[in-house]
């Protein structure tokens, strides 16, 4: 599977940017999709997923004002990000992992869009 993600840009601390990422080829096939990020002189992070099931799972840091959705029929996840604040500033990727997998690494990744925050 192939991932694309895109909607980063510049925005005021306190506004709204929703990033997405459209996922092509093995369509079929059941994944966990999740959302990362990655600061400058950090680590990246996982920030939130959505299981095969549809379970959400956030990072603390991010639960309230973030969320993950899915449409099945454009094969897009989005990240809605509201309240942003200028630590939320970073290289947002998406990745998915195989239903099947028994390890916590994802297997797939998109490029990654770049989010910044200005205060």
């Known amino acids: 599977v192939q991932l694309q993600a895109s909607g980063g840009g510049l925005v005021q601390a306190g506004g709204s940017l929703r990033l997405s990422c459209a996922y092509s080829?093995?369509?079929?096939?059941?994944?966990?999709k999740g959302w990362f990020r990655q600061a400058p002189g950090k680590e990246r992070e996982w920030i939130t997923a959505?299981?095969?099931?549809?379970?959400?799972y956030y990072k603390a840091s991010v639960e309230g004002r973030f969320t993950i959705s899915e449409d099945s029929a454009k094969n897009t996840v989005y990240l809605q990000m509201n309240s942003l604040k200028p630590e939320d500033t970073a290289i947002y990727y998406c990745?998915?992992?195989?239903?099947?997998?028994?390890?916590?690494?994802?297997?797939?990744w998109g490029q990654g869009t770049q989010v910044t925050v200005s205060s």
């Open positions: 080829g093995r369509t079929d096939r059941k994944y966990d």
């Open positions: 959505i299981s095969t099931a549809g379970e959400l």
């Open positions: 990745a998915f992992r195989n239903s099947w997998s028994v390890r916590d690494a994802y297997d797939y």
